[in-house]
Structures are given as structure tokens and as C-alpha cells.
């Protein structure tokens, strides 16, 4: 059992959750992720290490609860114990002296890119963030960016905090000023990561993503998280989760992702309706 010292609200569909799990605390990198399984009858699902402290032995991860797991998730609270919590995964983000860096995140992607970033400050690079979401609100950890960062950019679509507009627009035009940017890592939505990948190809400067398909066993063997990079298939779980953003087939991706939408809806109105009977019994 992994217990949870506690489960907080950080934006209005985001969660910080931090588990005691010694094993996977002295172990993590900056790039790897977990599969945990919210309750006994639950499923499987990736979540990345947004951070770890191996003295204490706790590992935290950020979440957006999103449909069923996510929401059973967000449901406990500090004390209680999660079943089963399997990791680290993936291989460790790649973190050479490149140079002058740009790590991307966007969304509950913020979280993955924020022990990413640390990782590259700590090897020397000089790191531009880039952190975006939808509205101000969605926002967070922008304290902890800053302050791996030599400069951080943050932009909200809505305009309400920061810069007005996408992440790819101050990307593209630290591109265009010849900042000498080495390479560019993102994580964030599959559609904002494509089009990260868009905007820096006519630059030639190597993208890394941190790709996101479903995931089952995350350890190589089930192949659901097969996509196809360079023409060739790749498992995400044991070959990434970081691959070069130029070389994905980006619609396969797309069309995996949303395999099972019929069976994720089904399943979270029968949780509603679950949750609304207690509710009701209380
Ligand atoms: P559902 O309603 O079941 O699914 C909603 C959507 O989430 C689906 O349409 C599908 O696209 C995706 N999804 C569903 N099941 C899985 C699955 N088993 N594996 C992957 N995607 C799935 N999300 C975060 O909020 N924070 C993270 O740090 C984070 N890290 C991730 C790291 C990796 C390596 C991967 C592959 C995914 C990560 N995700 C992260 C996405 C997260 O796993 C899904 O949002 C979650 O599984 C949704 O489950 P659900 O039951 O709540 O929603
Ligand atoms: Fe099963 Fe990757 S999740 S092979
Ligand atoms: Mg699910």
C-alpha cells in the first residue's frame, strides 16, 4: 500500500498529490513517469514525477482529473492508501550542457516540465521556459519555473494572465532572434505539442515531446502504447516517453488516444451516478 500525505486543489481541475513510495523516490528522474491504480477495482493509468524527495521517500505527481481514474484520484485525501504504485518508468529526460535551451509546458504539462527544466539548469544549460495555459486560473507553479529558469515566459489564451496568446508565438520568435536555442523540449496537450514540433521544424532545431498515448501495463509488454516515429513502431513506455516531436505521426497518435471514448464516457456516468447515490445516502 502507498499512502498519500495529502491531496491538494491547485487549480480548478488540477491536483497535487504527494505518496509515500521509498523505492520510487531514491530511483526517479526528471522524465519518467508512474502507473498507479486509484482503488482495487480500478485501471491502470501513467502519471508523470513532478517531483521526489528520496530522504523523505514521497514522490508527487499533478494531475487533471479528466474521467474516471482521475476523478476517483482526486477523490482521496491524505491518509488514505492507493493499492498499487509501479515505477519510475520511461527513460530519464535527456539533460546535457546543450546550450541555450527552451523547455515548453503546457496545461497539467506544466508539472512534467518543471523537474525537466531543474534537470537542465542543474547540467548548465541556459534555460528559457515557456509555460502556457487557457486562462490565468489554470496557471501554477509559476515559482517553481522561475526559479530554474534564466527567463520564463508565460502566456494564457484568454489573455488573463501574462502574455496574450499560444506558447508558440514567444517560441517562435526567440527562433527568430537567433538566441542560439540548441534544442527544445515540450509537454503538454498532443495538440500543443504538435504544433511545437510545426513551428520549429523550419528551424531546424531538435524538438523533443513527451508523448502521451494510452497506457496499460507501461512496461513494454501489452503494446497499447505503440506510435509510430520515423515510420517505424515504437512503444512509448520503454522506448520514450521522449521522442524527436519532427518524426511522430502525429494523427495515429491522435486517433489511438481517442480509441476508447465511448467506453471513458460510459464509464464516467456510472461513477457520477455512484457518487451522486452517497451523496443522496448521506
Ligand atoms: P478517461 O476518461 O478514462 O480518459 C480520458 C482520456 O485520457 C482518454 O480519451 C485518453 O486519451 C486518455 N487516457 C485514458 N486512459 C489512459 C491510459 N491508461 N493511459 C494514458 N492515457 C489514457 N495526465 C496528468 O494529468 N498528469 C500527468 O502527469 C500525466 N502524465 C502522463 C504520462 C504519460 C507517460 C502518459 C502516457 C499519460 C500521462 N497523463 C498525465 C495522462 C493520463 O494518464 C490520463 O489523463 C489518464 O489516464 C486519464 O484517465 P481517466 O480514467 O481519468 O480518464
Ligand atoms: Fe503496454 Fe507500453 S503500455 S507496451
Ligand atoms: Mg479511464
Not at 516515429?229 to 491522435?254: A, I, K, N, S, Y
Request: glycine share 12%; hydrophobic share 40%.
Amino acid at each position: 500500500m502507498f499512502r498519500i500525505q495529502h491531496c491538494d486543489q491547485i487549480a480548478p481541475t488540477n491536483y497535487l498529490m504527494e505518496i509515500e513510495a521509498p523505492a520510487i523516490a531514491r530511483k526517479a528522474q526528471a522524465g519518467q513517469f508512474v502507473v498507479i491504480i486509484p482503488d482495487e477495482r480500478g485501471e491502470r493509468i501513467p502519471l508523470t514525477l513532478a517531483d521526489w524527495d528520496g530522504e523523505q521517500g514521497t514522490i508527487t505527481i499533478v494531475f487533471q482529473a479528466v474521467g474516471t481514474s482521475t476523478i476517483k484520484l482526486s477523490l482521496l485525501r491524505a491518509g488514505d492508501n492507493l493499492p498499487h504504485v509501479v515505477g519510475p518508468l520511461g527513460h530519464p529526460s535527456g539533460a546535457d550542457n546543450y546550450g541555450t535551451v527552451i523547455p515548453v509546458g503546457g496545461g497539467v504539462g506544466i508539472a512534467a516540465i518543471a523537474p525537466i527544466a531543474r534537470a537542465l539548469k542543474q547540467a548548465g544549460n541556459r534555460v528559457i521556459t515557456i509555460m502556457g495555459t487557457r486562462t490565468g486560473e489554470l496557471l501554477f507553479w509559476e515559482d517553481r519555473l522561475a526559479a530554474v529558469s534564466d527567463q520564463l515566459i508565460v502566456t494564457t489564451d484568454d489573455g488573463s494572465y501574462g502574455r496574450h496568446g499560444v506558447v508558440t508565438q514567444p517560441l517562435v520568435e526567440l527562433l527568430q532572434d537567433g538566441a542560439g536555442v540548441k534544442r527544445i523540449i515540450t509537454v503538454g496537450p498532443t495538440a500543443m505539442m504538435k504544433f511545437v514540433a510545426q513551428a520549429t521544424r523550419p528551424f531546424g532545431v531538435k524538438t523533443i515531446v513527451s508523448l502521451n498515448p494510452i497506457m496499460i501495463d507501461g512496461t513494454g509488454m501489452c503494446g497499447g502504447c505503440r506510435v509510430s516515429v520515423d515510420g517505424e513502431t515504437r512503444f512509448t513506455c520503454t522506448d520514450g516517453p521522449e521522442f524527436d516531436g519532427h518524426l511522430v505521426d502525429w494523427d495515429l497518435l491522435g486517433v489511438r488516444q481517442k480509441a476508447y471514448a465511448t467506453q471513458e464516457k460510459h464509464s464516467q456516468e456510472c461513477l457520477q451516478q455512484r457518487l451522486h447515490k452517497v451523496l443522496e445516502e448521506k
